[in-house]
């Protein structure tokens, strides 16, 4: 699915995230007959606000989140799945309760380029777009059902002043 209106346009990360997880209960619905057996995978974070709030924001009322994934391992049925996900000074191995769980990929080792049969395969499936009105129950829709605004874009000022270095020592 490509979720793409203009409607959709200027929207913080509050108005981008519900769409997207109005879209997903859709897909879930129509595709996968209300069965929560599935995981919604997004990147981390995007490049132009590169803010990494949007996949929790999703995740935030209706699904589990176990963030900044490194090596999932899924089996058959997602229940039971080992996630390994980066923490304060290290990783930790974490298994979903209950689907569905949105994830988000902070390393992906796997090369990024297709092979030809699945380019070939790509080139020949049919996209299927939705605008606004085929997620009529999000109610958080571009600008206007944004919470937040830019105002202005600008660098952090250089600090003034020397660095410290901290040191703690282990007893």
Known sequence: MLLTDRALGG???VATANPLACAIKRIAKELFNGSDDYFVVSGMQS???????????????NWGFPVSLTRP???????????????????QV????????????????????????????????KVVTWGAADISDATLIGAKGSKTW??????????????????????
């Open 94 to 125: 974490v298994a979903a309760k209950r689907p569905p769980v949105v994830i988000t990929v902070a390393k992906y080792e796997y090369p990024l380029f297709a092979s030809l049969s699945a380019t070939r395969r790509a080139n020949k499936t």
């Open 73 to 91: 391992t899924v089996n058959s049925k997602m229940a039971g799945s080992n996630l390994t996900r980066i923490i304060s000074g290290g990783s």
């Open 11 to 13: 929207a913080d990360t």
């Open 150 to 171: 830019v105002i202005r874009v600008f660098p952090p000022a250089k600090a003034a002043g020397s660095a410290s270095i901290f040191q703690t020592q282990n007893n």
């Open 47 to 61: 490049v132009d606000g590169d803010t990494a709030q949007v996949p929790p924001q999703i995740a935030e009322d």
